[in-house]
C-alpha cells in the first residue's frame, strides 16, 4: 500500500482517495492485508471529515470570559 501525502488535498480529494482504498480493500479476500487496507481509508475519511470541520466558516476561537473570576467561600 502506498503512502498519501495530504498536505495539500482538499477534504473532497481525500474522500475520493478513501473510497478508492475502500473499493480495493473489497476486493482482497479477507485478511491482515485487507484490514490494512480498509484501516487506511477510515483514517483518510476520517482526516477529510476533520479537515473539513477546521476550514468551517462555524468554527470560531473559543470566547473568553472578560469577567473576574469569582471566589469560593
Not at 482482497?28 to 476533520?50: F, H, K, Y
Amino acid at each position: 500500500m502506498k503512502r498519501v501525502a495530504t498536505t495539500y488535498l482538499s477534504s473532497e480529494e481525500i474522500q475520493q482517495i478513501a473510497s478508492e482504498q475502500l473499493k480495493e480493500a473489497e476486493a482482497l479476500p479477507d485478511g491482515p492485508a485487507r484490514d490494512e487496507v480498509m484501516r487506511a481509508a477510515q483514517t483518510l475519511s476520517n482526516l477529510a471529515d476533520m479537515k473539513r470541520w477546521l476550514s468551517s466558516k462555524e468554527l470560531q476561537a473559543p470566547q473568553l470570559s472578560t469577567a473576574p473570576p469569582q471566589r469560593r467561600r
